[in-house]
């Protein structure tokens, strides 16, 4: 999925330890080197680059990097130079430990990702914070939110092909009845988007909406967080691709941006917005973190 | 842990297989045979039989049990032949699909499981269920029950050994309330009882025990089946051992009694009631029935 562009003569991870050692001594960092390696280099080569760092300088690449860089293209170049369960978990952590209703990055990790991908964000929380995700989450989150983002974020959903067409149509009914009166919250609209296998979503949102017409009841409210917390985890099931891309448009059109990392939803963008995405970017960013950001989505000067 | 037999000079898988085939064959079924051989090998052991007798005879050994035995015998045999995830795996969906507040089994497998082991549980009820355990709770449960099942099952708890005492008394006070306010329902009450880690809860229990006289305010209404509840989860998360005993002593006060696998409960089961496991059982029960569980628990006749 990702548009990484690694170098045809791929330097030893020793070189790249070294090169990366030089970066950061001397006056001031060299930040054009760092993003010429980072950013060239896939998930399993930034952790062996990470590993044989530890072993030669006897340092956290991490460390290195948190005491050199600052601000946005500190936390890029950190969330990118750890694997992506470890990311996740930290993206995680800090959106439940700030948690505010308008923060997406729970419900996103928890419903765009495999279930065994999931899994091993729980086990990098473990690790990494000596707690567990669910713990942390039904702690600092309340009321209808933690009714909603406790079973999601615990869940370890079915992923077999498997749907049940009766069970499709009940459970389309019982969504309708519940959205009709307005009940939101009902233990079973949460029962049924937090458990249910995402095939068998499908077809109950599929169900729904050629009987009662698009999802859109959700939309009646369009102060309600919660409806569009809804909304969102809805979109983040059936079309994480699509849903994505709106994250981005709208990040674009505000101000600062997010890291990317998906071709498709590059090309989800450009279908879209008619401007490539990195003609967007460099309109929005500007000097180290607009360099590695590029150099994220491939684009070719980075 | 287990109380296992194994004979010195163990036969081949093959032969094993051989043997169970004959048991199978001819006139009626030689159970002596099945239960000399299933009740006398490892876990591991076991499903290489499992494996080897589908390899050989083109049939699960799984069906050529439940075609051959019945009742209890067959039960015992068919749940001692799977591993123990698989097994698990089965009594939770035997529960979940028949479920009634009086079945205490989801609860003991999720709060006496390690956390690793119940994942393990999980991915064994997708691969033979076609659903996730999740699913089948909350789907079958209701009301304060679904509340408080659905996130016992599906928590990945933290295991390390780490305590907050600051937290153990914030939240020994916070059931504390809750309790006294006959709240049991509380959502607080339910948050801590289904995320935290077995030691933060032991360390919160003991504050509890200290400050607050011992967590026996639960005994209050002694028909109240959630309250029953509550007080099982209590003890399943904090000393499981003592727990089994005491499910062990009615269940063979009462009719009937249950399968035994660890020395651990014998040794409780006689601490507490001065007979040994084994008089018990054979007392209570009779035939292939007592022979299988005498040889699961070790007995010597066996």
Same mark, same amino acid.
């Given at each position: ?28 960092? %060299? ?5 010429? !390696?980072?950013?060239? #280099?896939? /998930? ?6 990470? &590993? +044989? =760092? ?47 209703? %308008? ?5 996103? !990790?928890?419903?765009? #990702?495999? /279930? ?6 729980? &086990? +990098? =929380? ?177």
């Amino acid at each position: 999925m990702s548009t990484l562009t690694i170098p045809s003569d791929l330097p030893s991870v020793a070189e790249d330890c070294e090169q990366l050692k030089k970066a950061f001594d001397g006056w001031g960092t %060299n930040e054009k080197l760092i993003i010429s !390696i980072l950013a060239h #280099r896939t /998930s399993t080569q930034r952790k062996l680059i990470r &590993q +044989a =760092y530890a072993e030669l300088f006897g340092v956290d690449l991490l460390q290195s990097l948190d005491k050199e860089l600052s601000s946005d293209f500190e936390k890029v170049v950190l969330l990118w130079t750890v694997d992506p369960a470890e990311r996740d978990a930290i993206l995680a952590h800090d959106t439940a430990r700030k948690w505010h209703p %308008n923060n997406r990055v729970l419900l996103e !990790i928890a419903c765009t #990702r495999s /279930s065994l991908e999931l899994f091993a964000v729980k &086990q +990098a =929380y473990h690790a990494r914070f000596k707690r567990s995700l669910e713990e942390d989450v039904a702690y600092h989150t309340t009321g209808d939110f933690r009714k909603l983002l406790v079973p999601l974020v615990s869940s370890f959903r079915y992923e077999g092909p498997e749907v049940n067409m009766t069970l499709a149509k009940t459970e389309a009914k019982i969504l309708h009845e519940n959205i009709s009166n307005k009940a939101y919250n009902h233990d079973d609209i949460i029962r049924i988007l937090t458990t249910r296998s995402k095939p068998q979503l499908n077809a109950t949102f599929n169900h729904y909406n050629n009987e009662f017409g698009m999802l859109s009841d959700l939309k009646t409210d369009p102060e309600d967080g919660f409806l569009a917390a809804l909304r969102a985890i809805i979109k983040c099931l059936t079309n994480p691709e699509k849903y994505f891309e709106k994250v981005l448009r709208l990040a674009i059109n505000k101000t600062g941006t997010d890291e990317i990392d998906m071709k498709q939803i590059k090309e989800e963008y450009y279908r879209r917005n008619s401007v490539p995405l990195e003609r967007a970017i460099a309109h929005d960013t500007s000097g180290d973190y607009e360099a590695m950001l590029l150099a994220l989505i491939g684009h070719e000067d980075a």
